[in-house]
Structure formats: C-alpha cells, structure tokens
C-alpha cells in the first residue's frame, strides 16, 4: 500500500505572513512577439503562453524543482498501481463569466477540446484509458499503463482549463469567443489594441483571497530588441521576460540601480540549444564526422562570449535540469587534435557542410559564425544558409540541411520533451519538432519505450542513463548548451517567479512594493 | 471629352495593372518557403501531423493552389480582401486599423520634409560655393547617407533617455486615460522622434534637388533674358526661377505621395509605431498571406491613384503633356 496522499497541506499556499503583500498597482511587461491569440488551449507558443497565463488555470503548478503544487486541484492521489490519478477540484471557482467552474470542465477540456487540438498534451493521452467526473468536484485519470511522467502534464501550458459551457459542440478554431478568452486564472481579459498593447484587470472574484494583488497589467508590444532595452531603461515596462532583449543588453541592464533578474522559472521548459546533424546524407551521416565536430567546438567559449555567461554547457540529450539526467558519459571538451582524428577515420573529403542558423536575432547568428570557425580550424568547409523563420521551418521539415541550430524544451521529463527528438518512429516530413535528424536506432527506440512505463523512478534511471551513454557516443545531435533567459524586472516588483515555468504561470502572487 | 477620356482610359488601364498586381503577388508570396500553417506550428514548440493538417484545412491552404487563386481573386473583385487567420480578423478591418497611425506618421514627415527641404534648398542654392552652403548641403549629406534605423536609434538615446523631453517609442502613453487637448499633446509628444527619422532623410532628398534644379533654372536663357529686360531681382527668384526649379521637387514628391499608405518599416519597428508598415513585415515573416496581399494590393492601387492625379494635374497645368 503505497498510497501516497501528495498535497493536503492546503493549497493556498498563504503560509506566508499576509501583512507583507500589498495590494494595488499596475505593471507592465514585454510580449515579443505579439501572440496571434489569447486562446491556450488553441495556441501554445511563447508570447501567447505568457499573456494567457494570467487568464487560464489548469490543475497544477509546479515548483521550481517541479514538484507538483496545487492550483485548481486541492489535493489530489496516485494510486498503488500507479493507473488510477484522483483530483479533488477547489470549490466556489468560477470563470471569468460567472459560471461556475467544475468536474465537468474538466473532462471536457481533456478528454474533447485538448484531445483535438493539442498536438503535445495528445501524446501523452494516448496513455489514458478514461477521464471521468466523479463528482462536481472530483475527476479520475485511469490509465492503459503506468506513465512515470504523467503527474507532469498538468502545467497551464500543457492543459489549460476550457469552459465548456462556451466551447461545447463548436468549430472550436472559429468560435468568436477566442477573441474574449474566458478561464478561471487572477486577471480578465479587458482589451487588446493590436500593435500596441494588451490589458488585463484583476478578476474581483478570484477565489483565492485577497489575491491578486496587482490592479492591472499591461502586455506591451514592442517588435525592436533595443527600443526594448530603452523600454525598461526609461521605466516604461517594469519586466522583460526571459528572451526579450539581445544578451549584451542584459548584462547593461542588469547592472542598473534598482533592477533584479533571475534565472529561474524556466525549470520545466530547460530550454536545450542544438544542432540536428543530419544523419540520412552528406559527411554528417558519418559518427566519426560527427564526434570530430563535437571535438571541434569551443562550446565555453560560445557560453561566456555569446551569451555572456548565461547557461551551462550541454553535456547530454537531457538537461541537468531535468529528471533523469545522468553526467556518466563521454564529455566533448574541446579537442582539435582528437577532432582532426575524427575527421581522418572519416575519410571528410572537403564536401561544403551547409550550416543553418536560427534566425532568432544576433545572438544566434553570431554563434552559428563561431561555429562555422571552429569547423575552419580543424579544416571542414562551412556554407552559411541565410533564411527567415519560416524557410528555416521549411528547411528542417524538410530535412534539407547539414547542420541546424534549433532549440527545445524538455518539459521535466525524458518522457515528453526527449524521446520525440530520437525515436525512430517519430521520423516524418512536415514537421520541425519531431526526429528531424534522422536518427534510427532500435536499442535507443526500445529503451525509451520502456523508461516511461517503467514502474519505479530508480528504473527509470537506470534505463535513461544507459540511453544518455549511447546518444551521446553516437551523437545524432550537437548539444550546445543549456539557455538560460534571464528574467529582468525592477527589485520593488516581488513573488513574480515562483514557480517551473515562472512569469508563464501568470502574476497571481506578484506584488509591488510602494 | 478629351479628359473624360483620358481619365477613363487610365482607370481601364489601371484596373488591368491591378489585377496583373494581385496575380503576380499571389504567386510570388506562395513561392516563398515556408506557409503559415509551418510557422504556427514552428512557434508551438511541438506539432504533430494532425495539428498541421488540421490549421491547413483551417486557412484554406488544404486546396490546390489554383483554387487558392480563384477564391482570393473572386473575393477582391467584390472587394473582400480575405480573413487573417493569424490575426483573427478580416484583412480589410485589420488594414483599415492600422492606416490612420501610418499616415499620421507618414504625412507629418511628408510636410515637415517637403517644406524644410525647400526652404533650406532655396538658402543653399542662394549662397552657392559658401560655406552656408557647404554646412548645409553637408548635413543633408549625412542624413540621406546615415541608416534610418541607427538615426532612429540616436535620437531615443539623445531625445528619450539621456534628456527625457520625448517618450522612446508608442503610440500614446498607454492607460493614461488622455482625451481631448491632453490626448493631443500626448498622440504629438509620441510623434515627435519618428516623424524627426523619417522626414530627416526625405527632407535631405528635397533640399538636393531644389538645389541643384534652381540652380540649373538660374543658367537658362529666359532667365537671362528677364535680368536683360531688368526685372526685379526677387521677382526674378520668384516667378522665373522657383515656379521651373520646383516642377521636378513636385514629381518626386507625387512619387512619394503614393507611397505613403505602405507605411515605413523601419521607422514603424523601432519606435512600435502600430502602422501598416510593421503589419506587412510581421505578416511575412508570418506567411499570412491574405494580409500581405492586402497590404500590397492597398499600397498599389495609391500608387496607382496619385500617378493618375498627378499626370491630370500636369495637363491641367501644362496643355502640352
């Protein structure tokens, strides 16, 4: 009987001495760029994420060693077998609307709406059996198998809480109500003046009390990295989240009177920067070329150059901020000599490898340009491909590239943020999220599949280690380095990072200090 | 008979250029990698066939591309530029939003260099080979030599940061609650620094010109024949030589009058200007097509409409064109 009860201590989380907050205020945040829509359960991308997260809710929270938190389910269970989730819903929540918020919600927001439109959230569904309301306030998770990193996909990003009563039997991607998103979470959807700004208020009924503190936010659209950095300079936007401004700027900004950063709240995402080395065609279909240009990068240099010291080097296909790491495998320090070894048992002829930047601004040029140097110096020719975001998709989906910078996140788990870039079954056109590099291995496919069925954590360490050690000896994929997007935001603002996936999970707590 | 004619032979011929516009457009903008169902799902992070397929058959672009082709050029015929699905708008709403902050913009710099340009055009050519001329034309020099965007950037640092006298960017101070006179102020405040960038650059490209056309006019034979007769020296400036010099600063300018709706990019990204400009840019790189198709078809069809009155206003004033 491992009947392990994960939360009673209750959930508001109001453990703190209540005097210290103090309510009212208004702030103001960069969104870049500006989201094409509010409605999570329809748009999952960056911007969209950090605006909605103010609207919508989902179940869990996650704190920032992604321990799971209560947020619209008080408490809930895990049974002995491991197939059976039970949530017991907060009373008295209401959406934005003055419906009332209960079980109902959420098996249709599971099981029909984010069944049908969320292409992450699906995977993982493929492991549930059925989502059934027990009562008004309780709903059941049966699964076909157990899925060790299913207490994991209850992040607002991953499954936003949908009101049924708005959603229900319609063309889900053409209801008028996405322009007005209506959900649960501390703020309202006010208005949006496109191009310029979005403005949320504090939603009066918010069952949590006296939260949220704040009055208002504004979301302001500012498509310039440097009128960004002036933005914030002049105090015009008191918070940059993570990525908004180019990284010489944030060392600038940083060190202004009266501006804090940190680098947490992306604990959950550990956004992990590579290159798919294409491993069908050309000399990167060769181990040994591949293992030469691991030798060949100076990745130190990139992390305390380019990015101005910010993040850590990649040593294998899982961050060291996600579960299941493992740091028991080869280590590609810097070596020209054993990378000119490389080349040679490779036989490298001279063939031009074409080099596909992420065009993402500056930072990424310019270490796509470090790269192509590296290469030069053990003697492999470079090609640079110029393109926009859209052809850089076009490219990698398909697969018409030697190397490509890309990034991805790795949702705290191997599971859902680590497999999709190796399993072989995940090879197709059309698609720059899935295992664009090509890479087929029957071993890594098999060990993957067990690792996340795996009952018991220590099993699935076992297994993720031996299958770190093997990704890493045949390198499908340069890691580069684990980003960090430092968020930037003035010391008087407090609580604004609390959780895994930090300003994304909405201002719920954030205050201003007066 | 002879006008009416020739007006309605031009809108026959401009309602062909159009046309011939929106087809090549069409085209051009599909053969650009990439369509916006690939880079929604680029921007999600995680996408599955199904999530692709499902936003192709959403925009429309699950069809051949003929019948892509038809739908959109059977819609402009009747005046319906399409539905953004990125912006989740109809194309012409979303045009018709952004159009009065462009031409704020975009009109103020047009004045403000129109008139500087000549002005400052006039004392340089009167001071030839001086050194008013040579500080004047040398500053002008350097405006139309100096990128937009780092000008741009400059004048925030002096203007916004380092003396505070303009806000670095927007639209209006946002949540302010302005209305009326404070409004004003408020909307003239923000407009100060782009309008600045971008007249500065057109204003150099006037004052070049009326520059060298006045004194191009100067050396003429009627000239000379009107200080033979002793006119007047001023009525000479004024009658004889500015009226001829200003002919070719006035084309240029009808030429840039029709550009105007496009908007300026860069101007309009740098201090987030909501206009037109930035609109076509983000529809781009966003491959929403019927946004950008909309963008250009609006901006041709000005083009198109200032070319017309201007050449109706060149035969109005000279019987010869």
Redesign the interface.
């Known amino acids: 009987m491992r009947n392990f009860l994960i939360s009673t201590i209750l959930a508001t989380g109001l453990a703190l001495p209540a005097a210290a907050q103090e309510a009212g205020g208004r702030l103001d945040i960069v969104v870049q760029p500006e989201p094409p829509s509010l409605m999570l359960g329809l748009v999952q991308n960056g911007p969209t994420q950090l605006v909605a997260g103010d609207i919508y809710e989902s179940l869990l929270r996650y704190d920032t060693d992604l321990n799971p938190q209560p947020s619209l389910a008080e408490s809930w269970e895990i049974s002995d077998d491991a197939l059976t989730y039970t949530f017991n819903l907060r009373e008295g929540v209401k959406w934005h609307d003055g419906e009332d918020f209960n079980a109902d919600d959420v098996v249709f927001s599971v099981d029909e709406f984010l069944r049908e439109t969320h292409p992450r959230l699906r995977v993982s569904l493929e492991h549930v059996e059925s989502v059934t309301a027990l009562d008004d306030h309780t709903v059941e998770f049966k699964l076909k198998n157990p899925f060790g990193p299913f207490i994991g996909v209850f992040e607002n990003g991953t499954m936003p809480m949908i009101p049924k009563h708005i959603y229900e039997g319609t063309d889900y991607a053409n209801n008028p109500a996405n322009n007005t998103p209506i959900g649960t979470g501390p703020f309202k959807f006010e208005e949006w003046n496109k191009g310029s700004y979005i403005h949320l208020v504090k939603n009066e009924d918010y069952y949590l009390e006296g939260k949220p503190y704040l009055d208002e936010v504004y979301y302001r659209v500012v498509p310039d990295a440097a009128s960004r950095a002036v933005a914030f300079e002049n105090g015009e936007v008191d918070v940059l989240p993570g990525g908004s401004v180019e990284n010489w700027d944030v060392q600038r900004l940083t060190a202004m009177d009266g501006v804090c950063s940190t680098g947490q709240g992306w604990e959950y995402f550990a956004p992990h920067a590579m290159a798919w080395l294409n491993t069908r065609e050309g000399p990167t279909a060769n181990k040994d070329f591949r293992k030469a240009l691991m030798y060949a990068m100076d990745r130190e240099f990139v992390r305390d150059v380019i990015w101005n010291g910010f993040g850590k080097v990649a040593t294998s296909p899982v961050s060291s901020k996600t579960n299941f790491y493992s740091d028991d495998t080869i280590m590609y320090d810097q070596d020209q000599d054993k990378a000119r070894e490389h080349l040679e048992a490779a036989g490298y002829d001279g063939e031009t490898v074409r080099i596909l930047p992420l065009p993402y601004g500056e930072t990424w040029q310019r270490w796509a340009e470090a790269m192509k140097q590296n290469l030069e110096e053990v003697g492999v020719n470079v090609e640079l491909v110029a393109t926009d975001v859209a052809g850089w998709n076009q490219k990698q989906s398909e697969w018409d590239f030697d190397i490509a910078f890309t990034y991805l996140y790795q949702y705290g788990d191997p599971a859902l943020g680590v497999a999709r870039s190796y399993l072989s079954s995940n090879i197709a056109k059309g698609s720059p999220w899935n295992n664009v590099a090509g890479y087929e291995n029957p071993e890594v496919d098999a060990m993957f599949a067990e690792a996340a069925v795996a009952a018991t954590p220590e099993e699935r360490q076992e297994i993720y280690t031996k299958v770190q050690q093997t990704l890493v000896d045949d390198v499908p994929v340069a890691w580069l380095l684990e980003i960090e997007f430092p968020t930037i935001y003035r010391c008087e603002v407090k609580d604004l990072v609390t959780t895994a996936i930090g300003v994304n999970d909405g201002l719920r707590d954030a205050w201003v200090e007066k | 008979m002879g006008i009416a004619w020739a007006i309605l032979s031009r809108l026959a011929k401009a309602a062909i250029t159009l046309l011939l516009i929106v087809i090549l457009n069409f085209f051009l903008i599909h053969a650009?990698?990439?369509?916006p169902a690939?880079?929604?799902?680029?921007?999600?992070?995680?996408?599955?066939?199904?999530?692709?397929a499902?936003l192709r058959a959403?925009f429309g672009l699950d069809q051949p591309l003929y019948v892509q082709f038809w739908t959109y050029v059977s819609g402009v015929v009747q005046l319906d530029l399409g539905y953004s699905y990125?912006?989740?708008?109809p194309v012409l709403d979303?045009i018709l939003?952004?159009l009065p902050?462009t031409l704020l913009l975009t009109l103020t710099a047009f004045f403000m260099s129109l008139l500087l340009g000549i002005v400052f055009g006039l004392a340089a050519a009167a001071r030839q080979g001086r050194w008013g001329d040579s500080a004047i034309t040398s500053v002008a020099l350097l405006f139309y030599a100096t990128p937009l965007f780092w000008v741009a950037?400059m004048a925030?640092?002096l203007f916004?940061?380092k003396l505070?006298w303009f806000?670095?960017?927007?639209?209006g101070s946002?949540?302010a609650g302005y209305t009326g006179f404070e409004l004003l102020i408020d909307r003239l405040r923000h407009l100060f620094l782009p309008a600045l960038t971008l007249g500065l650059f057109f204003m150099a490209v006037y004052l070049r010109m009326t520059r060298s056309s006045v004194l191009e006019v100067s050396q003429m034979d009627f000239v000379k024949t009107a200080r033979a007769k002793g006119l007047n020296e001023r009525v000479i400036r004024r009658r004889h030589i500015l009226r001829n010099a200003l002919l070719p600063v006035v084309t240029l300018a009808g030429l840039q009058a029709g550009q105007l709706v496009g908007g300026a990019v860069l101007t309009e990204?740098?201090?987030?200007w909501?206009?037109i400009g930035?609109?076509m840019f983000?529809s781009?790189?966003?491959?929403d097509y019927n946004t950008l198709l909309g963008v250009f078809l609006v901006s041709a069809a000005m083009v198109i409409a200032f070319n017309i009155i201007t050449d109706l206003v060149y035969r109005l004033i000279d019987p010869r064109i």
């Open positions: 650009a990698p990439g369509d690939a880079v929604m799902a680029g921007e999600a992070g995680a996408a599955d066939e199904k999530f692709i499902q959403q990125r912006q989740q708008m979303l939003d952004r902050a950037l925030v640092v916004s940061v505070g806000p670095a960017f927007g639209y946002v949540g990204t740098v201090f987030a909501p206009g930035r609109l983000e781009l790189t966003a491959r």
